[in-house]
Nanobody, 116 residues
Framework: QVQLVESGGGLVQAGGSLRLSCVVS????????MGWFRQPPGKERELVAT????????YYRDSVKGRFTISRDNTKSTMYLQMNSLKPEDTAVYYC?????????WGQGTQVTVSS
């Protein structure tokens, strides 16, 4: 059974930075494209960014392009999301999952709150 553990969230002022981590166990991490998702307050979960198995192909939603950077370390079964120039609209619970969100199990997420 896959286990996903997200960390690194917190409260930050607009313009600040955070680095999120996602540790995966129960799956051979390097065999899967991975993604970061977020659920803003009162809204549905949305895709933020994806990264291919070896990191050569990356996707970002338009609203985070140029500010967020997704990366992964297959030796550590860990994925990262460097978030710079944060905006209040980035406030959400951030989750990781397989790139299309197909794993039925989700972690607890990590809360990111950006104050204006």
């Amino acid at each position: 059974q896959v286990q996903l553990v997200e960390s690194g969230g917190g409260l930050v002022q607009a313009g600040g930075s955070l680095r999120l981590s996602c540790v995966v166990s129960g799956r051979t991490f390097s065999r899967y494209a991975m993604g970061w998702f977020r659920q803003p307050p009162g809204k549905e979960r949305e895709l933020v960014a994806t990264i291919s198995k070896r990191g050569e192909s990356i996707y970002y939603r338009d609203s985070v392009k140029g500010r967020f950077t997704i990366s992964r370390d297959n030796t550590k079964s860990t994925m990262y999301l460097q978030m710079n120039s944060l905006k209040p609209e980035d406030t959400a619970v951030y989750y990781c999952n397989e790139g299309s969100g197909s794993w039925g199990s989700w972690g607890q997420g990590t809360q990111v709150t950006v104050s204006s």
